[in-house]
């Protein structure tokens, strides 16, 4: 097979129909099922049945992690991931190489496809990262950017995918009678509140959910709603059609299947600490703010983590109503699905 004649990227989900997120989900669960016997302690004597290795699109080749900001989660999904796809990662932080001091991002992106086969970037300005997939020979993929987050996105998705039957979904097992399938369990649409600031997780959001069914309810003080950039993603998509937003959180969470925040205070926003503090008062998420904002009965709750008290309170945080360790988890399947087709394949709508 021969490879595309453009080096494919991807910075947002907005880049991708919504066929083709529903492969990548699918194909993230198929490769958690299969890497998960693998993975689990085995019994001394008895072999596991059916062990088969997820795809080797990786086999000998090097994936660099280039992160000017601090990570848990994605650098743990990432570098875990090339090695179940045969490969590995290479960490590049902000002190470990020239980029920003003598070299130029141009030069960087350069260099660094000449040896490695992919670019997992983690950024300040989002324009550092079109920066780096203008110049860049291999793929570039989006690990976090001022305006979006399109792995994080996909991991919730997933997360939501995966406890369909907690929002009335008939979750059928596969012809083996298997409960663990191969199938992405289907969800019905959703009413998904979010409750905080405007920031990178929510835009993916607003230019995935409705694509896929879903009503997007969201509550911000006015002056963090999404820049301008964003928005006319969102009303090119057609989504601005299943999108209510307003400043109250009360109202937000109405009918609420699902409710998500994030931080109010992102890496690099440290100064507006006081400010940002006071005008989220009255948006931390709480048994009593989704009772008398009428959010379902059994609304869900979501957050990319890190998590401050603040944002979520601990009865909602680690509850039963909480998704935020599975969501967690499946950084981890949702980035490995992507390096396999974007990396190993160059391909992210056809089969894999």
Request: net charge neutral; proline share 7%.
């Amino acid at each position: 097979m021969s490879l595309p004649t453009k080096v494919p990227h991807l910075m947002t989900l907005a880049d991708l129909t919504a066929p083709q997120i529903n492969r990548i989900l699918l194909h993230s669960l198929q490769l958690k099922r299969r890497s998960e016997p693998w993975l689990s302690p085995q019994t001394p004597g008895k072999k596991p049945n059916n062990l088969r290795l997820p795809s080797q699109s990786l086999f000998g080749k090097s994936i660099a992690l280039l992160f000017s900001k601090r990570s848990t989660r994605t650098r743990l999904a990432a570098e875990t991931s090339a090695e179940l796809l045969g490969g590995s990662a290479l960490f590049l932080g902000r002190d470990d190489i020239q980029l920003g001091v003598n070299e130029s991002a141009r030069d960087t992106a350069r260099v660094i496809g000449g040896m490695c086969q992919g670019i997992f970037a983690r950024v300040g300005e989002h324009e550092e990262i079109e920066e780096l997939a203008k110049y860049s020979p291999v793929p570039v993929l989006n690990a976090l950017s001022s305006l979006w987050h399109p792995t994080q996105v996909l991991a919730d998705l997933l997360t939501l995918h995966e406890h369909a039957h907690k929002f009335g979904a008939q979750v059928k097992p596969d012809i083996m009678g298997n409960s663990k399938s191969m199938i992405l369990p289907e969800l019905p649409p959703l009413t998904v509140a979010y409750v905080g600031d405007s920031a990178n997780v929510l835009h993916d959001m607003l230019v995935t959910y409705p694509r896929l069914g879903h009503h997007l309810r969201v509550a911000s003080p006015k002056q963090y709603r999404a820049p301008a950039e964003v928005w006319s993603r969102v009303k090119e998509l057609g989504c601005d059609k299943d999108i209510w937003w307003g400043e109250d959180p009360k109202e937000a969470v109405r009918n609420a299947d699902v409710v998500v925040t994030d931080t109010w205070i992102s890496m690099g926003q440290e100064a507006e600490k006081a400010e940002r503090l006071q005008a989220f008062r009255g948006y931390q998420v709480t048994e009593k703010l989704c009772r008398e904002g009428g959010a379902n009965p059994n609304w869900q709750f979501l957050h990319c983590l890190p998590r401050k008290a603040d944002e979520v309170d601990d009865e909602v945080f680690y509850g039963p109503r909480s998704l935020v360790f599975p969501e967690a988890d499946n950084r981890k399947w949702t980035i490995m699905a992507l390096f396999d087709m974007l990396y190993g394949k160059w391909e992210l709508s056809e089969g894999v």
